[in-house]
C-alpha cells in the first residue's frame, strides 16, 4: 500500500534551516511528484511547491522563492523539503503529498504523510 | 493567483441532514478542482477529484459537481464520522490554491 512517512517534529530558532523528510513506498516514486503542503496552528492549507520525481522540475510558491529548496533522492524514494531563514510565522505542520496526474486528466493529492511539526521559536 | 472562495466557513448540521458546501474560483478552472476531508490532527484526505470523481475507498454519500467557476460538495447524510473541517483546491495552474476551508460542527 502507497505510504509516505515523514521525520519527526522540530525546533528551530528564528534564522535557522530546516529540513523535512518524505519516505515513500508502495509505488514507483519516479512515476509521480511530491508536493508540500503546510498548515500554521488553526489556519488553512497552504501549497508550498512541488517536484517531479521523474525529472526533479520544481515548481515553488512565489512568496517563498529563494528560502525554500525542494529534492528528491530516487535511491531512497525520499523528498526533502528544506525552508532557511526561519521565521516565526513558519511555525506550521508541514505535509508531502504525492501529485497525481492520473486524476481523470487532472492533477491530485492522493496520499499525504502524517504531517511534521515544525516550530519557530527563540 | 487563482483565489478560491468557500461558503460558509462554517456550519452546524445535524445527523444525517443533507450538507452542500460551495467553491468559487477568481476565474475559470474547468474542472480542475478537488475537495479533500480533514480532520482534527490528521492529515486531509482526498475525497474528490475532477470536480466529480469519487476517490477510491469514499462512501458514495459523497459528491461533487460544477465546472468552470462554481462548484459543490454534497454530503447527502451526514454521519458523526463526517464533521471535520473540508476543502477545495484548484489544480489548473500553479500555485495550486486552496479554499479556506469550511468546518462542519455538531447541532
Known amino acids: 500500500q502507497v505510504q509516505l512517512v515523514q521525520s519527526g517534529t522540530e525546533v528551530k530558532k528564528p534564522g535557522a534551516s530546516v529540513k523535512v523528510s518524505c519516505k515513500a513506498s508502495?509505488?514507483?516514486?519516479?512515476?509521480?511528484?511530491i508536493s508540500w503542503v503546510r498548515q500554521a496552528p488553526g489556519q488553512g492549507l497552504e501549497w508550498m511547491g512541488w517536484i517531479s520525481a521523474y525529472n526533479t522540475n520544481t515548481n515553488y510558491a512565489q512568496k517563498l522563492q529563494g528560502r525554500v529548496t525542494m529534492t528528491t533522492d530516487t535511491s531512497t524514494s525520499t523528498a526533502y523539503m528544506e525552508l532557511r531563514s526561519l521565521r516565526s510565522d513558519d511555525t506550521a505542520v508541514y505535509y508531502c503529498?504525492?501529485?497525481?496526474?492520473?486524476?481523470?486528466?487532472?492533477?491530485?493529492?492522493?496520499?499525504w504523510g502524517q504531517g511534521t511539526l515544525v516550530t519557530v521559536s527563540s | 493567483d487563482i483565489q478560491m472562495t468557500q461558503s460558509p466557513s462554517s456550519l452546524s448540521a445535524s445527523v444525517g441532514d443533507r450538507v452542500t458546501i460551495t467553491c468559487r474560483a477568481s476565474q475559470s478552472i474547468d474542472n480542475f478542482l478537488n475537495w479533500y476531508q480533514q480532520k482534527p490532527g490528521k492529515a486531509p484526505n482526498l475525497l474528490i477529484y475532477a470536480a466529480s470523481s469519487l476517490q477510491s475507498g469514499v462512501p458514495s454519500k459523497f459528491s461533487g459537481s460544477g465546472s468552470g467557476t462554481d462548484f459543490t460538495l454534497t454530503i447527502s447524510s451526514l454521519q458523526p464520522e463526517d464533521f471535520a473541517t473540508y476543502y477545495c483546491?484548484?489544480?489548473?495552474?500553479?500555485?495550486?490554491?486552496f479554499g479556506q476551508g469550511t468546518k462542519v460542527e455538531i447541532k
Open positions: 508502495g509505488y514507483s516514486f519516479t512515476i509521480y511528484g
Open positions: 503529498a504525492r501529485v497525481s496526474r492520473y486524476c481523470s486528466s487532472t492533477t491530485c493529492f492522493d496520499y
Open positions: 483546491q484548484q489544480s489548473y495552474s500553479s500555485p495550486w490554491t
